[in-house]
């Protein structure tokens, strides 16, 4: 299998919310992250948009992302 992560992701097990257009926000669970994006689970992947803002639980800023794969119930973003 080709690796094609420019950066190693870490394993993790974090809450956190997708935010977008001002609305109050999709939970999700953080699986993995490194320095480039990250990999989600959620619910469903419907109505989630290409581009959004990943608020970490516990964290003060949000994240700029934008998705580079869709699953079931997993997305994989990108930071920007």
Same mark, same amino acid.
């Given at each position: 299998m080709t690796e094609h %992560?420019? /950066?190693? %992701?870490? %394993?993790m097990l974090k809450g956190a919310t997708i935010t977008f257009n001002g *609305? /109050? !926000? =999709? &939970?999700c669970t953080v699986r993995?992250? &490194? +320095? *480039? !994006? /990250? /990999?989600? +689970?959620?619910i469903s992947p419907v109505g989630i948009p290409p581009t959004f803002t990943l608020v970490i639980d516990g964290d003060d800023e949000g994240k700029p992302c934008h =998705?580079?794969?869709?699953k079931e119930k997993r997305i994989g973003v990108a930071f920007d």
């Open positions: %992560r420019t /950066a190693p %992701r870490h %394993r *609305a /109050a !926000g =999709i &939970s993995n992250m &490194s +320095d *480039a !994006g /990250a /990999a989600l +689970d959620v =998705i580079v794969w869709r």
